[in-house]
């Protein structure tokens, strides 16, 4: 993952236009965990949905398994958010009418790769990971906080993406339960994966690989 000299700009050469990213320069690497840091309006959950293929640049490019997105299509963007990419928000977005279980297999409805049996496997090998697989069952409004978050985490793992991006994972929780998410990030990146993380919380430069700063839309600060 690449981005060379990203811009995002909201009603271009309109009056009211707005410049939300410039000039974004970063490599994304494997293996490694990253923070995304700023106050409020600095141009963050722009930058992650422009990452996680929810939102497109205006300008510059960004460079994805070795292919600029731009000469990517629809069809071709649809299974790489899908299968590549795993997302998990600070309000959890589980399906109330689901049970964890059920919520962590749907991502995979839509994925040839599993049939039921393996559907029904990984789920459950993925809630045991996670420590959670005794709620298996349960639905989410009989889960905690931290409960659910394991849950979104599971599901945001279901497909085996090599990219996982989270936007305030830890927004709803308390200490206890911030440290478990992120450890278990932290976790997860030392098994190969990418994870992008924006916080405003300070506990994540602990588990950070290197955090990016960004100010006014611009990369303010990049440090290890």
Do not use: W
């Not at 236009?17 to 309006?41: C, D, H």
């Not at 697989?133 to 409004?141: C, I």
């Amino acid at each position: 993952m690449e981005l060379k000299n990203i811009e995002k700009i909201y009603e271009e050469n309109k009056p009211n236009e707005v410049t939300a990213l410039k000039n974004i320069s970063a490599k994304f690497e494997k293996g490694k965990f990253y923070a995304i840091m700023g106050r409020s309006g600095a141009g963050k959950t722009t930058l992650i949905n422009i990452l996680g293929l929810m939102d497109y640049p205006t300008k510059g490019k960004y460079i994805l398994n070795g292919r600029s997105i731009e000469n990517l299509n629809s069809k071709e963007l649809a299974k790489i958010r899908n299968e590549n990419i795993g997302f998990v928000f600070q309000s959890y977005y589980l399906d109330n009418l689901l049970t964890a279980k059920e919520n962590v297999i749907l991502p995979s409805l839509i994925n040839k790769k599993y049939d039921k049996m393996s559907r029904q496997k990984r789920a459950i090998d993925l809630l045991k990971k996670l420590d959670i697989e005794e709620r298996q069952n349960h639905y989410p409004n009989q889960l905690s906080g931290g409960e659910s978050q394991r849950v979104a985490i599971a599901r945001a793992l279901m497909n085996d993406p090599d990219k996982i991006i989270a936007d305030e994972p830890t927004g709803n929780l308390d200490t206890k339960n911030e440290i478990r998410i992120f450890e278990l990030l932290k976790k997860i990146s030392k098994e190969g994966k990418r994870v992008i993380v924006v916080s405003h919380n300070e506990l994540i430069k602990k588990y950070a690989d290197e955090v990016l700063y960004l100010e006014d839309g611009e990369l303010d600060c990049h440090e290890k």
